[in-house]
């Protein structure tokens, strides 16, 4: 079962742009992750972002959690070539170990 | 490089064929997945053991059945399989801990995948 949906569910950027990644969800959380997957390949965890914290940074990436309107944005900055690949992110219930996925944006980044 | 291990990479099997997805870590994780991603689609729960128990089942048919032998290993067995189950079955990992006797997970640490057909 999907958590709720991403959009855009495509984005192409030149290099050296921004690329921003909006996720909803629809129920209560412990934390919500973003993950990276290179075509078909296994998942890499990004970064985790806490219910009680609202914003978070790891190098080029930047998240924002609003649990309000239950919704996470990923900020990539000053993309590169090599961060094309599928963007996702994923909420962990509260209570449990239950972790599901959202729908994904695959992000192109031309040189 | 992953720290979760998936064997077989690739897999080719008939409607009548009964086969195994493999799964080991050695990360010390009680928190062990099975998730099925369809191409150009999020990657779907499938199964959930926690401290060797299965906790979560997501309704999935009786035609896959999980096993866990020990807290590193995570097997997946298949058998009587149907052509749409055919996609890429990943595993993957957690470290949990109790809060007010409550589990909760974090990250999670995903294998390469075992690309399955069902011809």
């Known amino acids: 079962s999907q958590q709720g949906e991403e959009d855009p569910q495509a984005l192409s950027i030149q290099e050296g742009e921004n690329a921003t990644m909006n996720c909803s969800y629809k129920?209560?959380?412990?934390?919500l992750q973003w993950y990276r997957q290179n075509s078909g390949r296994g998942l890499v965890h990004l970064i985790l972002?806490?219910?009680?914290?609202r914003e978070k940074h790891s190098g080029r990436l930047r998240v924002t959690l609003d649990t309000s309107k239950k919704s996470s944005s990923l900020l990539i900055t000053a993309s590169r070539a090599a961060d094309t690949a599928s963007y996702f992110c994923?909420?962990?219930?509260?209570?449990?170990?239950?972790?599901?996925f959202g729908a994904g944006t695959r992000l192109f980044v031309k040189a | 490089d992953t720290e979760v291990t998936q064997t077989p990479k690739h897999l080719v099997m008939g409607m009548t064929n009964k086969k195994s997805l493999k799964c080991e870590q050695h990360?010390?994780?009680?928190?062990m997945y099975w998730y099925k991603q369809k191409a150009k689609k999020p990657p779907e729960l499938m199964f959930v053991?926690?401290?060797?128990?299965?906790?979560i089942n997501e309704s999935v048919p009786s035609r896959f059945s999980p096993e866990c032998p020990n807290s590193s290993l995570l097997n997946l067995h298949l058998h009587a399989l149907q052509p749409e189950d055919s996609a890429l079955y990943l595993c993957?990992?957690?470290?949990?801990?109790?809060?007010?006797?409550?589990?909760?997970?974090?990250?999670?640490?995903f294998g390469e995948g075992s690309r399955l057909t069902v011809l």
């Open positions: 990360m010390g994780h009680r928190a």
């Open positions: 994923a909420t962990a219930a509260v209570g449990g170990f239950k972790t599901i």
């Open positions: 129920t209560s959380i412990n934390n």
């Open positions: 993957a990992s957690s470290q949990g801990w109790i809060t007010s006797g409550k589990a909760n997970t974090g990250e999670l640490f």
């Open positions: 053991y926690s401290y060797e128990k299965l906790s």
């Open positions: 972002i806490r219910s009680n914290e």
